[in-house]
């Protein structure tokens, strides 16, 4: 069974910073595109960034570029997501993606992360 594990989340002040993890068992992702998600309340999910398979290729949306970082151990089969200079626009639920272009895309359960002003 494919299980992707979000962690990190929590409470944390404006212009604090957090490390998020996801950790997928079940199959290695090691040759998969991983990616953030958020999803605010009352929002759609909207995309934070993304890496290829060797890390060398990241985006991120340009809300978060310049404080957030994606990275990925692929001996750990984790992903990461380091978050700095957060802001309360920033406060959502954060899911884990793999293969998020399909045809097969395997979703964490999210954790939360509320930023606070």
């Known amino acids: 069974q494919v299980q992707l594990v979000e962690s990190g989340g929590g409470l944390v002040q404006a212009g604090g910073s957090l490390r998020l993890s996801c950790a997928a068992s079940?199959?290695?992702?090691?040759?998969?595109?991983m990616g953030w998600f958020r999803q605010a309340p009352g929002k759609e999910r909207e995309f934070v960034s993304r890496?290829?398979?060797?890390?060398?290729?990241?985006y991120y949306a340009d809300s978060v570029k310049g404080r957030f970082t994606i990275s990925r151990d692929n001996a750990k089969n984790t992903v990461y997501l380091q978050m700095n200079s957060l802001k309360p626009e920033d406060t959502a639920v954060y899911y884990c993606?793999?293969?998020?272009?399909?045809?097969?895309?395997?979703w964490g359960q999210g954790t939360q992360v509320t930023v606070s002003s």
């Open positions: 993606a793999a293969d998020p272009d399909g045809p097969q895309t395997y």
């Open positions: 079940g199959r290695t992702f090691g040759s998969s595109v």
């Open positions: 890496i290829n398979w060797s890390g060398a290729i990241t």
